[in-house]
């Protein structure tokens, strides 16, 4: 195995997650309890032409258990990737989704695999949730034959068919289209499944994802736009890249556009949206509420857009330190109050689930 | 002989367009019928769409017949789930063909003139899988480490001038294309190649870009037999064979060197024309034997020179017949 050539050797230990991984396997869940418990989101959701999802979530022990795992894991895997990058064993470009973790371990928790989730090159954690392993991923990110797309797709390009994972796209936007097309078969095929597309704050600007959100809401697509809103499109914050940061009204602002000169666009091609919904990115429970809902709404009614406020601790990239274009206290602000893991391990810690101790076990 | 040559290279300049071929009707033989470039496409796609179930096409103004009715009559036969009209968006109709495609159907999608694919260029990338022509489609299989592929689109899109159509209307952005691996790009010269080319292109197991020459829709005449049949990709043709020089040309223009062709013979140049039906990846082994046998090569295509495919053949020939050739590679335009 090349991971283990590599990993051996090394006196960085580089690879302590995963060995925390294989300790974590050996919990069982089973001692934990299925039983349906309810937990309230902390934040209400903002909607938009859409009523509002409940508040009260159904979970359970074992699934806010493995939600806390899940999310570790993410956060424990892209933290060895940035240590690898540094050792210069990962090379070429690399993004990292730690802070992001809840949106792809909420949406997961709310589908099935045979919904296809389709994303850009911030991926790692999307493959891991849709049932990819940690071998196949550092495996890939050092170009090794065992990685999920045999080493020649690299971080960006992270594809698992199996667990409907359609990839892993480089160019900012490029992937939403392409999520029409899936939804279009899953439509034609009348398997009653959904596809998410995701994209970035950034990504919010680019012209084909109006396309895309036309095309869609014209056929009536079940396809679930998801904007996973970080705040910032590499270095440049979201108000200094957008008029309108709302990314759930997009497409609705159109009388906004006649303040500024541009009434000669085409306004009906502007107001045909769309269902939207604000979710908090930071709150796994609130993704899934969320995810469950547009999943229902699409299959019913057509297109949604999801927009997660979420936050992401590293730079753009590896080449990004992350510092120069928001302040560190912004940073630690978010930890501290917003931390996506640290959520849940209140909830597990309050519900009595877990003991502390357990929880830095796990860690 | 090198003034033979250059007198060959003034007849295929000045040449305009042919009008003289005329509209014949109705087929002699049972199973072949006479049919224009037109109505040839159209009975490939009733053909695609008739023999796999998940086939679709789809495109601006197609369900109506498209704006040059190569698509007639297909919504009615196969219903407006498979034969739909996209919104004027080039960009997403590939976007959302690789996307299609990826789920392991045929999308048969139509740009409504080669000069509007450019806002598709970035999807065509992703065509070797799904992404937008160049960086969508073009790579998607390799990047995927074949997990998935694009491979069942095939983007058709009628190219070159018509002698009115202006900038937006008569260009030939084949080469582009060419320069993009994981995309093939064909480009057929009469009604017959055109279907037997058109159905390999759609049962392809890669993203393919079709480009049609528009000035053939109605012009171009032949016999086409009406059952389904193929023709191989990337096996170019010796439509004419020759002793002093070898031509190569695609598409429409091969019209105008036929006439070259035969213009030269009456002053004694005997040449040898070859069809290359498929430019990327071209048949290098059959232009070679030809430039070896005449020691001369002259290509002549309808985009600008300069950057030209024409550029790729001088050179892999410069390369490959060094030792054999006579006289300089010329390449020419149409204006």
């Given at each position: 195995?090349?991971?283990?050539?590599?990993?051996?050797?090394?006196?960085?230990?580089?690879?302590?997650?995963?060995?925390?991984?294989?300790?974590?396997?050996?919990?069982?869940?089973?001692?934990?309890?299925?039983?349906?418990?309810?937990?309230?989101?902390?934040?209400?959701?903002?909607?938009?032409?859409?009523?509002?999802?409940?508040?009260?979530?159904?979970?359970?022990?074992?699934?806010?258990?493995?939600?806390?795992?899940?999310?570790?894991?993410?956060?424990?895997?892209?933290?060895?990737?940035?240590?690898?990058?540094?050792?210069?064993?990962?090379?070429?470009?690399?993004?990292?989704?730690?802070?992001?973790?809840?949106?792809?371990?909420?949406?997961?928790?709310?589908?099935?695999?045979?919904?296809?989730?389709?994303?850009?090159?911030?991926?790692?954690?999307?493959?891991?949730?849709?049932?990819?392993?940690?071998?196949?991923?550092?495996?890939?990110?050092?170009?090794?034959?065992?990685?999920?797309?045999?080493?020649?797709?690299?971080?960006?390009?992270?594809?698992?068919?199996?667990?409907?994972?359609?990839?892993?796209?480089?160019?900012?936007?490029?992937?939403?289209?392409?999520?029409?097309?899936?939804?279009?078969?899953?439509?034609?095929?009348?398997?009653?499944?959904?596809?998410?597309?995701?994209?970035?704050?950034?990504?919010?600007?680019?012209?084909?994802?109006?396309?895309?959100?036309?095309?869609?809401?014209?056929?009536?697509?079940?396809?679930?736009?998801?904007?996973?809103?970080?705040?910032?499109?590499?270095?440049?914050?979201?108000?200094?890249?957008?008029?309108?940061?709302?990314?759930?009204?997009?497409?609705?602002?159109?009388?906004?556009?006649?303040?500024?000169?541009?009434?000669?666009?085409?306004?009906?091609?502007?107001?045909?949206?769309?269902?939207?919904?604000?979710?908090?990115?930071?709150?796994?429970?609130?993704?899934?509420?969320?995810?469950?809902?547009?999943?229902?709404?699409?299959?019913?009614?057509?297109?949604?857009?999801?927009?997660?406020?979420?936050?992401?601790?590293?730079?753009?990239?590896?080449?990004?330190p992350g510092s120069t274009?928001?302040?560190?206290?912004?940073?630690?602000?978010?930890?501290?109050?917003?931390?996506?893991?640290?959520?849940?391990?209140?909830?597990?810690?309050?519900?009595?689930?877990?003991?502390?101790?357990?929880?830095?076990?796990?860690? | 002989?090198?003034?033979?040559?250059?007198?060959?290279?003034?007849?295929?300049?000045?040449?305009?367009?042919?009008?003289?071929?005329?509209?014949?009707?109705?087929?002699?033989?049972?199973?072949?019928?006479?049919?224009?470039?037109?109505?040839?496409?159209?009975?490939?796609?009733?053909?695609?769409?008739?023999?796999?179930?998940?086939?679709?096409?789809?495109?601006?103004?197609?369900?109506?017949?498209?704006?040059?009715?190569?698509?007639?009559?297909?919504?009615?036969?196969?219903?407006?789930?498979?034969?739909?009209?996209?919104?004027?968006?080039?960009?997403?109709?590939?976007?959302?063909?690789?996307?299609?495609?990826?789920?392991?159907?045929?999308?048969?999608?139509?740009?409504?003139?080669?000069?509007?694919?450019?806002?598709?260029?970035?999807?065509?990338?992703?065509?070797?899988?799904?992404?937008?022509?160049?960086?969508?489609?073009?790579?998607?299989?390799?990047?995927?480490?074949?997990?998935?592929?694009?491979?069942?689109?095939?983007?058709?899109?009628?190219?070159?001038?018509?002698?009115?159509?202006?900038?937006?209307?008569?260009?030939?952005?084949?080469?582009?294309?060419?320069?993009?691996?994981?995309?093939?790009?064909?480009?057929?010269?009469?009604?017959?190649?055109?279907?037997?080319?058109?159905?390999?292109?759609?049962?392809?197991?890669?993203?393919?870009?079709?480009?049609?020459?528009?000035?053939?829709?109605?012009?171009?005449?032949?016999?086409?037999?009406?059952?389904?049949?193929?023709?191989?990709?990337?096996?170019?043709?010796?439509?004419?064979?020759g002793s002093d020089v070898?031509?190569?040309?695609?598409?429409?223009?091969?019209?105008?060197?036929?006439?070259?062709?035969?213009?030269?013979?009456?002053?004694?140049?005997?040449?040898?024309?070859?069809?290359?039906?498929?430019?990327?990846?071209?048949?290098?082994?059959?232009?070679?034997?030809?430039?070896?046998?005449?020691?001369?090569?002259?290509?002549?295509?309808?985009?600008?020179?300069?950057?030209?495919?024409?550029?790729?053949?001088?050179?892999?020939?410069?390369?490959?017949?060094?030792?054999?050739?006579?006289?300089?590679?010329?390449?020419t335009v149409k204006y």
């Amino acid at each position: 195995m090349a991971l283990s050539r590599v990993a051996s050797p090394s006196p960085l230990n580089l690879l302590n997650p995963l060995s925390s991984y294989l300790s974590l396997r050996r919990r069982s869940l089973s001692s934990l309890s299925t039983e349906p418990l309810t937990v309230d989101t902390s934040l209400p959701f903002t909607t938009h032409r859409c009523d509002e999802p409940s508040r009260a979530v159904e979970t359970s022990a074992a699934e806010l258990f493995s939600f806390f795992r899940n999310m570790t894991l993410m956060r424990r895997m892209e933290i060895a990737a940035d240590s690898l990058y540094k050792a210069k064993l990962i090379r070429g470009f690399c993004h990292l989704y730690d802070g992001q973790e809840a949106v792809a371990v909420g949406m997961e928790a709310a589908i099935t695999r045979k919904d296809c989730i389709i994303t850009a090159y911030r991926d790692h954690c999307t493959f891991l949730s849709r049932g990819g392993t940690l071998i196949e991923v550092f495996a890939e990110l050092m170009g090794r034959r065992d990685g999920c797309s045999k080493g020649k797709g690299g971080s960006m390009h992270f594809y698992r068919k199996e667990g409907g994972f359609y990839g892993g796209h480089g160019i900012v936007g490029a992937q939403v289209p392409l999520g029409c097309g899936l939804a279009f078969a899953q439509k034609y095929s009348k398997d009653e499944t959904v596809t998410f597309s995701l994209y970035g704050d950034g990504a919010a600007n680019q012209g084909q994802l109006f396309e895309a959100l036309n095309i869609s809401a014209l056929w009536d697509l079940p396809s679930i736009f998801v904007c996973e809103n970080n705040h910032y499109g590499m270095g440049t914050a979201e108000w200094r890249a957008a008029k309108s940061p709302a990314y759930y009204k997009r497409g609705d602002y159109a009388p906004g556009l006649k303040d500024y000169g541009i009434a000669a666009l085409p306004l009906s091609s502007l107001l045909l949206w769309q269902f939207l919904l604000l979710v908090d990115g930071m709150d796994v429970l609130a993704v899934k509420q969320a995810c469950k809902f547009a999943k229902e709404f699409a299959l019913k009614n057509g297109p949604i857009i999801l927009e997660m406020d979420t936050y992401r601790y590293h730079g753009h990239s590896m080449s990004d330190p992350g510092s120069t274009y928001r302040t560190r206290d912004e940073i630690s602000g978010v930890r501290q109050e917003r931390d996506p893991i640290e959520r849940v391990r209140k909830l597990l810690l309050v519900h009595e689930i877990s003991t502390e101790k357990e929880l830095k076990v796990i860690e | 002989m090198s003034t033979k040559f250059g007198r060959l290279v003034s007849l295929v300049y000045k040449r305009r367009f042919s009008t003289s071929t005329s509209i014949q009707k109705g087929g002699s033989e049972q199973g072949v019928k006479s049919l224009n470039l037109c109505s040839a496409i159209n009975q490939a796609l009733h053909i695609a769409l008739d023999s796999d179930p998940r086939s679709y096409v789809f495109g601006e103004d197609v369900s109506f017949g498209g704006v040059f009715r190569c698509t007639t009559g297909l919504a009615d036969q196969f219903g407006k789930n498979r034969v739909f009209n996209t919104p004027l968006c080039e960009q997403g109709i590939v976007g959302f063909g690789i996307g299609l495609a990826a789920m392991g159907n045929r999308a048969i999608a139509e740009i409504q003139f080669a000069d509007y694919i450019f806002p598709a260029f970035d999807q065509a990338s992703y065509l070797p899988w799904l992404g937008l022509i160049v960086n969508e489609a073009a790579k998607f299989r390799y990047r995927s480490g074949n997990q998935f592929n694009c491979g069942g689109l095939t983007i058709r899109t009628p190219y070159g001038a018509v002698g009115h159509g202006g900038h937006y209307h008569s260009q030939s952005p084949e080469a582009f294309f060419c320069h993009v691996p994981g995309i093939k790009v064909v480009i057929p010269r009469s009604p017959r190649q055109a279907k037997g080319l058109l159905l390999s292109c759609i049962r392809d197991p890669n993203p393919i870009v079709f480009f049609e020459p528009k000035w053939l829709y109605r012009l171009a005449v032949e016999e086409v037999p009406e059952d389904d049949y193929m023709l191989p990709l990337s096996e170019a043709e010796v439509i004419r064979e020759g002793s002093d020089v070898t031509l190569v040309g695609w598409g429409a223009q091969l019209s105008i060197m036929e006439q070259a062709c035969t213009d030269a013979e009456k002053e004694g140049i005997s040449c040898e024309l070859i069809d290359l039906k498929t430019l990327i990846p071209w048949d290098k082994e059959k232009v070679e034997a030809s430039v070896n046998k005449t020691g001369r090569l002259l290509v002549s295509h309808e985009a600008p020179i300069t950057g030209g495919f024409g550029a790729e053949i001088s050179a892999s020939i410069v390369e490959r017949c060094f030792s054999r050739i006579l006289d300089a590679i010329k390449s020419t335009v149409k204006y």
